[in-house]
């Protein structure tokens, strides 16, 4: 009798069920705001915390880039409604971004990338910091960003073997070359539905369909949810709050991701 009375019952399985999948509902949501309106995040948040979860990193890379093939599908329409992409940009970043992405995934498969982490991590710490900087020091010269195909390349292959990075290493590196904040942010959003669908193709012939978990779930439905709503807060946002919080976030999540990978927490 009392074996039968410690059984957990068939009602507390699905709350604990739906209670799991809400946490990832809400970071899906939040996560996507952030990247929708500055440019970077989604990949890197998400895949932080599969990781933290116990999650394979190939699996948690596969599974943050199928849901990135919707979030960033709504989120790109999202900003070109409100006109907020450079179509020049967009055509020199999306096929090496694609290529890059390709080759990220396959070494991921078959290697372990993470000894490089903590160096990439450092770089985008100091970008971090040189934009925070060039934010308080409003405004800078805009020009138009003279390394955009090389850039595209390294952004899509540590996108995909680091589990997050197109973001943070493209509009970072852009802005640090001049470009306009709220076209950059578009535009590098939009060209990641490219990117993320190459990726999410080549983690499925190579993984298989266990890419699709409840994971997956949770976040695809945070994410689709919040993605309109960084575009318009990317249209919306002034430009010198909009290009200090990119510096802020990019700063505290490479510093997060240093201290992660030198096991300091």
Do not use: C
């Not at 020199?92 to 160096?119: Q, T």
């Not at 985008?124 to 020009?143: D, E, H, N, S």
Request: no cysteine; proline share 6%.
């Amino acid at each position: 009798m009392r074996q039968a009375k410690d059984r957990p019952s068939p009602a507390r399985g699905i709350t604990a069920l739906f209670d799991t999948l809400l946490v990832f509902i809400l970071v899906g949501f939040t996560a996507q705001v952030v990247d929708g309106a500055l440019g970077m995040a989604f990949g890197v948040i998400s895949t932080t915390i599969l990781v933290s979860l116990g999650v394979p990193p190939v699996l948690a890379s596969a599974s943050v880039h199928a849901v990135e093939t919707a979030t960033t599908g709504v989120s790109g329409l999202s900003h070109l409604y409100h006109r907020n992409i450079d179509w020049r940009l967009f055509r020199r970043l999306a096929v090496p971004g694609v290529a890059g992405g390709i080759l990220g995934a396959y070494v991921l498969s078959s290697v372990d990338a993470s000894v490089a982490k903590p160096f990439i991590l450092t770089y985008l710490a100091v970008i971090g910091l040189v934009l925070t900087y060039r934010a308080l020091r409003w405004p800078p010269q805009i020009r138009e960003p003279k390394y955009v195909a090389p850039l595209g390349l390294a952004g899509g292959f540590l996108d995909a073997a680091g589990g997050g990075g197109w973001g943070p290493v493209v509009t970072s590196n852009l802005l640090l070359q001049g470009a306009s904040p709220r076209k950059t942010l578009g535009t590098v959003n939009s060209a990641e539905f490219f990117l993320a669908g190459a990726v999410s193709a080549t983690f499925l012939l190579s993984i298989g369909p266990e890419i699709l978990t409840q994971a997956t779930l949770g976040l695809l439905i945070g994410g689709v949810a919040a993605a309109p709503l960084g575009a318009y807060l990317a249209k919306r946002i002034p430009t010198k709050p909009l290009l200090l919080m990119v510096g802020v976030i990019l700063t505290l999540t490479s510093l997060y991701g240093i201290a992660r990978a030198l096991e300091w927490f």
